[in-house]
């Protein structure tokens, strides 16, 4: 009994000690954020157009945008939804839109609630990213690698971008959080499967996340229970999309449409100019899209991996920054 609460004890003051090393890390980089505080980098189109989507939103008149591309306006005629003084949005993912809603709710200005917001995220992603490390490794390598993480000169002012990316990373690490978890808990997948519907709602390449949970799910489960953890995932996942597959449904008659899916899918996978909302006359149909393009797009992963991995100028312009903080 003695040894028990020995080892109890034990563990409570690593458990303690870690979480005041993390606090004390979150406070640190918190302070550093508000004290650089600045909308000097909400600069980029894209944040532009989830800032006016999210107002719009905001006031009341749905996932509505005040922008269009060219090739979007033959799809938006051909399907009667072309006049009006806002059309529908086919173009973002709605996640970040919505959440950036809930910050106007704080602020007047939407650039200010914009930047908050992303900030928001990459300050909240710093204790996941400490424990999970913690979990994974140990308390050494849990604040060596979150500090490492905060101080990245690309992740600190992406902080201050009204981007998605904060948001994506931090559901990111909520996922890989979650499947550090026991296998043999029901509920895990459920969760696991809600996150992969919350990462693709916040960034559309993150679709690419789903299959490989399944997979994890299948593998890493006990065979009584090797059926039931897909099934939960998935389960968890139509939970978070349902209501977005409707919405796009009502509105075009596929679920899962966007123009934003097929940008990303060509762009930089052919010698052509691929930026297809720019193109009048592009096509907008998955099948049609995949099928122009045959091979090109898998091999674009693969080299846009290799590229982040083994690209020196990548690694000395993230980390050069970083060592001098």
């Known amino acids: 009994m003695d040894t028990f609460f020995a080892r109890t004890k034990t563990v ?8 005041v090393i993390c606090l004390l890390i979150s406070i640190s980089i918190a302070v550093l954020w508000i004290w650089g505080f600045n909308t000097h980098y909400f600069t980029r189109r894209d944040a532009y157009d989830y800032a006016q989507i999210s107002l719009q939103f905001f006031q009341g008149k749905g996932l509505s945008t005040l922008q269009i591309f060219p090739r979007h306006i033959p799809y938006f005629q051909d399907n009667g939804i072309l006049t009006g ?5 086919l173009n973002r993912n709605p996640l970040l839109m919505i959440l950036n809603a809930a910050f106007l709710r704080f602020f007047d200005s939407v650039i200010i609630a914009s930047v ?3 900030g928001f995220w990459y ?8 424990f999970l490390a913690k979990r994974l490794t140990n308390l050494r390598v ?5 500090i490492f993480y905060a101080a990245d000169p690309v992740v600190f002012l992406y902080g201050y971008s009204g981007m998605t990316e904060t948001l994506a990373t931090f559901l990111l690490l909520c996922l890989l959080f979650v499947l550090t978890w026991d296998n043999e808990k029901q509920w895990k997948w459920l969760l696991a499967g809600a996150l992969c519907g919350l990462t693709y709602l916040a960034r559309t390449q993150f679709v690419i996340l789903i299959p490989l949970v399944l997979i994890y799910a299948w593998i890493f489960t006990s065979k009584p229970r ?3 953890a897909p099934i939960l995932v998935i389960a968890g996942l139509l939970v978070l999309l349902t209501p ?20 990303n899918l060509v762009l930089d996978a052919i010698d052509e100019p691929s930026d297809l909302e720019m193109q009048l006359h592009a096509p907008v149909d998955l099948f049609t899209i995949l099928g122009q393009t045959g091979g090109a797009i898998p091999l674009k992963f693969f080299r846009n991996v290799a590229d982040t991995i ?6 000395a312009t993230s980390f050069r920054g970083m060592y001098l903080i």
């Open 244 to 263: 977005w597959m409707v919405r796009n449904y009502r509105i075009t008659g596929d679920p899962l449409f966007s123009f934003t899916t097929s940008r």
């Open 123 to 130: 300050l909240a992603s710093i204790p996941v990213l400490f």
């Open 85 to 89: 003084s806002t059309w529908p949005n």
């Open 310 to 315: 083994f690209s020196i100028a990548y690694w």
């Open 116 to 118: 908050i917001q992303s």
């Open 226 to 228: 090797r059926y039931a």
């Open 12 to 19: 409570w003051d690593l458990n303690k000690r870690a979480v």
């Open 142 to 146: 849990a604040i060596i690698s979150t």
